[in-house]
């Protein structure tokens, strides 16, 4: 399942996230969507949800498109791994500056817990077969079986195939909001 949110505004509370279940033929299987806080607590359990719903409790890998959603609504790779009994791979095209992202999070008030994630966050470097670089945080797999898994699933570029289309969906749909 490939994981996305929804561009959103300042002036909004809530946002929308959407999951795309391919499976290893990169057959869209099913798409699944919640709504989620705007730098809010609630990403994770959203993803949880969306893997429990639906096809979406076949998936054996989640992607990520990073650990924020909705601002500064901060993903716990970990957590949603050992809920779900599945890995998780978040992914960054660029390195993510995490010092920047605390600061951020101190200056506005918007949760120690959300630090201490971010702590803990060890992006790692990969280099894919096609040729493109990424970044990306692992809960449940290997470096080694994450580069495989990544490898199966991005074809051009750096972002896998499952997350490039939920990203597509996401910015597509919210052209019909209003």
Do not use: W
């Not at 989640?62 to 978040?90: C, H, M, R, W």
């Not at 990306?136 to 994450?146: F, H, M, R």
Request: charged content about 25%.
């Amino acid at each position: 399942m490939g994981v996305d949110d929804f561009p959103f505004s300042r002036e909004q509370s809530r946002s929308r996230i959407v999951g795309v279940v391919m499976n290893s033929e990169l057959h869209i299987e099913n798409l699944e969507s919640e709504i989620i806080t705007v730098d809010g607590n609630d990403s994770g359990d959203a993803i949880v949800s969306l893997v429990r719903n639906g096809k979406g409790r076949y998936c054996n890998v989640i992607f990520t498109d990073g650990v924020t959603f909705a601002g500064f609504n901060i993903i716990d790779p970990s957590f949603i791994s050992e809920k779900l009994q599945i890995p998780v791979i978040s992914v960054t095209r660029r390195r993510p500056d995490i010092k920047s992202m605390i600061e951020a999070i101190r200056k506005h008030n918007l949760g120690e817990n959300k630090v201490r994630i971010l702590e803990h966050l060890r992006p790692v470097e990969l280099q894919l077969k096609n040729g493109g670089k990424m970044y990306v945080n692992v809960a449940g797999l290997s470096e080694k079986e994450t580069l495989q898994v990544l490898d199966k699933f991005t074809f051009r570029g750096n972002v896998p195939e499952p997350l490039r289309v939920a990203h597509m969906i996401a910015t597509f749909s919210a052209f019909g909001r209003t």
